[in-house]
């Protein structure tokens, strides 16, 4: 079962044998303890459930490394639509990321684009311009974040990159505009010709 719980969690679980152990994106997986729960227990004339306390030490995986390309360039956050982050992996498989995971600057991915035949390590992540923050303007950082999907922990994905950001109402057709009619391997190779 998964509890979705965080740290200092308590449970009521039934009594019974149980293997737990803990994830965190960011952590190797904890080892797995094997814990028994007894049933109640007398105390005086009233019976009270037993407890068990399980406590784990998660290990931090070091980061992924990781080149973003941020399209389109400079980035109209006045404009109605999408913008997109070319990103290669190193040493990791784009497959691998959570798609569910994806962030920019606390906006969420909304879909990947991924071709492991060509690009097994890049993957394009499409984002809307609305969910940026539309005061920011001028030279802005923007933050990358993702988990990879991995047996032993899901080691964290951190980047930025430093683009110009504008908020100007203008409707010029771009090329980002397009994502949905293409392949990922269409839209990845347009902008390296």
């Known amino acids: 079962m998964v509890t979705g719980m965080v740290t200092h969690a308590e ?7 149980y293997d737990i152990f803990v994830t ?3 952590y190797q997986n904890s ?5 028994i729960i007894p049933g109640y227990i007398q105390e005086k004339s009233r019976c009270s459930p037993s407890s068990v306390n399980v406590n784990f030490d998660l290990q931090s995986i070091d980061p992924v490394k990781a080149k ?6 400079p980035l109209n956050i006045g404009k109605t639509g999408y913008f997109a982050a070319i990103i290669t992996l ?9 798609a569910g995971t994806v962030t920019c600057n606390d906006a969420k991915a909304l879909t990947l684009l991924r071709d492991a035949k060509w690009f097994p390590q890049t993957f394009v992540a499409i984002f809307s311009r609305q969910d940026l923050d539309p005061t920011q303007t001028g030279q802005v950082t923007m933050y990358f974040k993702e988990s990879i999907k ?16 504008t908020n100007k109402k203008t409707t010029a ?17 347009q902008f390296f010709r």
């Open 11 to 17: 449970k009521d679980i039934a009594p019974g044998t």
């Open 24 to 26: 965190k994106d960011g």
């Open 31 to 35: 080892d797995i303890k094997h814990i």
């Open 68 to 73: 973003v390309l941020i399209l389109p360039q």
């Open 90 to 98: 190193k040493g990791e498989k784009a497959a691998d990321v959570d």
């Open 150 to 165: 991995k047996s032993g922990g899901n080691p964290e994905f951190e980047w930025y990159n430093t683009i110009q950001v």
């Open 173 to 189: 057709k771009e090329a980002i505009d397009d994502w949905k009619k293409m392949t990922p391997l269409q839209f990845i190779t």
